[in-house]
C-alpha cells in the first residue's frame, strides 16, 4: 500500500470553537443529527481545501460509523411500533447512509465513488478507523478518484449515562502521498 497524504481535515465540534455549536438544519433530513453532522463535518474539510463549491477533480466519498444512525432507527421503530402513526416518509429515505452522501456530492459536483462502511473496530473519538484509511487507498490505487473524503461519524447515544452527549465527527480529506 501506499501512504497517505492529508490535503484538508475538519472536526464536529470544532475543537478552536468558543462554546458550543448547533448543527445547522439540512433540508430534506429530519428527527435527526447524524446526517446534518456528516453534512457539516465534509463542508468544513472541503472548504478548508477547495474554499467553495464545486471541487475540482474525482474526489471518492467514504463515510464510516460503528453506530451508524441511531436517532432514525430509533424513529423508525417507534413509528412502526405505534400502527395508529404513519410512517414519515423521509425517515426511509435517511435511514440509508449513502443518503447524505449523494447530497454531499451534489453539492460540491464530486463524481468519484461513494461508500459507507462499519469498522471492524470502533475508533477512538475523534479519529478515523485504519480499515477507512485502507480502503481510502484501495479506491485512490483502483484509479477511480484522484482524492477521497473520508468520515468518520457517530452520534452520541443519549440515553448512556456515560456519554457526554455530543455528536462527533472527523473527515479527512486524502490524496497519494
Given at each position: ?161 456515560d456519554a457526554d452527549g455530543t455528536d462527533r465527527a472527523v473527515a479527512l480529506l486524502?490524496?497519494?502521498?
Amino acid at each position: 500500500m501506499t501512504a497517505l497524504r492529508i490535503l484538508a481535515e475538519a472536526a464536529w465540534p470544532d475543537p478552536e470553537a468558543r462554546g458550543p455549536e448547533q448543527l445547522p438544519p439540512l433540508p430534506g433530513f429530519s428527527a435527526s443529527t447524524f446526517n446534518p453532522l456528516v453534512a457539516e463535518t465534509a463542508e468544513r474539510c472541503l472548504r478548508a481545501r477547495h474554499g467553495a463549491a464545486p471541487a475540482p477533480g474525482r474526489t471518492a466519498l467514504l463515510l464510516v460509523s460503528a453506530g451508524g444512525d441511531l436517532a432514525t432507527a430509533r424513529a423508525i421503530e417507534e413509528a412502526a411500533a405505534d400502527t395508529a402513526r404513519r410512517m414519515p416518509p423521509l425517515l426511509f429515505f435517511q435511514s440509508n447512509p449513502n443518503a447524505v452522501l449523494g447530497h454531499i456530492a451534489a453539492r460540491w459536483g464530486l463524481t468519484g465513488p461513494v461508500v459507507a462502511i462499519c469498522p471492524s473496530q470502533p475508533p477512538p473519538p475523534g479519529r478515523v478507523p485504519q480499515d477507512a484509511l485502507d480502503l481510502a487507498e484501495l479506491l485512490l490505487a483502483d484509479g477511480d478518484a484522484d482524492q477521497v473524503l473520508v468520515i468518520a461519524a457517530e452520534q452520541a447515544e443519549k440515553t448512556d449515562e456515560d456519554a457526554d452527549g455530543t455528536d462527533r465527527a472527523v473527515a479527512l480529506l486524502v490524496a497519494v502521498a
